[in-house]
């Protein structure tokens, strides 16, 4: 019998052709993200993993809205009265699948920010692999707006991709700013007219479900791992991170690789893939 699909309530997910389309689903409230919402996101991503319709997640959101980040209302007023333990699980839910899961994430992600991106919101966008959006969405860090600063651990996030100087710009000021923005800030890869959106994503997605996925796994997961490390540290774990690839990966493709260019001519590995 085929699986349930995951989720169905603050969380929706499509599956066609190996993409999961995995939609924050709080269109009226601007797909803002309350507690109810990250302990769903916790059962679908933990559900897609080990799903074999789903070979690559992209996430967006319902309606005009990536999301709004977090939920004023639904997230902050709702946690300030429990107790520090109550609190504490509340906040783990939303670290857990804004972060950790995505950042290590067994498939590749793509964020496909659809509208509005704020606050929060920046977190899971920049722990997916990639990111595609709509030329006109708008993004803002807007904490300083209502009197906070961007926690969680958007701060931390931001400078991973964002340079210093433009990173304050925007913490200080709370301006927003539109997708082509974005790509020009080191937040997505890409900004397209909104007409384009889900076509260009699912073509990026596409282009990922052609390759060897284990390989691909082990190259996601090496890129993230070896950049907290020493140059030293780096060497040597990547050195062994290519030995343990070729252990696992069940296609053997690096044994194929060689053969079908080596041995065969059969292809070009600066021009394309080889055939799986
Ligand atoms: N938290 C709680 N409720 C929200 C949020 C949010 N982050 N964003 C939108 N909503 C709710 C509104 O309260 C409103 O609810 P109601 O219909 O029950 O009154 C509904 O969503 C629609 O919002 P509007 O403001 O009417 O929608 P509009 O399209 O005019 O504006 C916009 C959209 C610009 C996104 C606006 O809602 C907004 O500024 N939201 C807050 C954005 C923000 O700063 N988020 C927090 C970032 S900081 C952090 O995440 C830690």
Not at 24 to 31: G, M, T
Not at 36 to 50: I, K, P, R, S, W
Not at 75 to 100: C, M
Not at 191 to 220: F, M, S, Y
Request: proline content about 4%; hydrophobic content about 40%; charged content about 25%.
């Amino acid at each position: 019998a085929e699986k349930p699909v995951p989720g169905g309530k603050e969380v929706l997910v499509e599956f066609e052709d190996g993409i999961a389309w995995v939609q924050l689903n709080r269109p009226a409230k601007r797909n803002a993200m309350s507690v109810g919402l990250a302990h769903e996101m916790n059962e679908v991503l933990d559900a897609l993993e080990t799903d074999d319709r789903c070979g690559v997640v992209v996430l967006t959101g319902v309606g005009e809205a990536f999301s709004a980040g977090m939920d004023l209302k639904d997230f902050f007023r709702a946690t300030d009265g429990l107790s520090d333990i109550e609190r504490h699980r509340a906040y783990r839910s939303t670290r857990a699948w804004q972060w950790r899961t995505l950042m290590h994430y067994a498939k590749p992600t793509i964020a496909m920010v659809n509208g509005w991106c704020f606050g929060g919101a920046f977190t899971p966008l920049i722990c997916c692999d990639l990111a595609v959006t709509d030329e006109k969405a708008v993004f803002g860090l807007s904490e300083i707006n209502w009197g906070v600063i961007p926690g969680g651990v958007v701060s931390k996030a931001i400078s991973t991709v964002m340079g210093d100087r433009q990173a304050l710009y925007y913490v200080m000021s709370g301006e927003k700013f539109d997708g082509a923005k974005a790509v020009a800030l080191g937040l997505a890869n890409e900004a397209v007219p909104k007409e384009q959106l889900r076509a260009r994503t699912a073509e990026i997605a596409r282009t990922l479900l052609g390759k060897n996925p284990t390989v691909l796994r082990q190259a996601r997961m090496a890129y993230k791992y070896s950049r907290e490390m020493t140059w030293e540290q780096a060497s040597e774990y990547l050195t062994a991170k290519v030995d343990q690839t070729n252990f696992v990966d069940p296609e053997r493709g690096k044994e194929q690789g060689l053969k079908q260019f080596l041995d065969e001519k059969s292809f070009r590995p600066g021009l394309g893939n080889y055939v799986r």
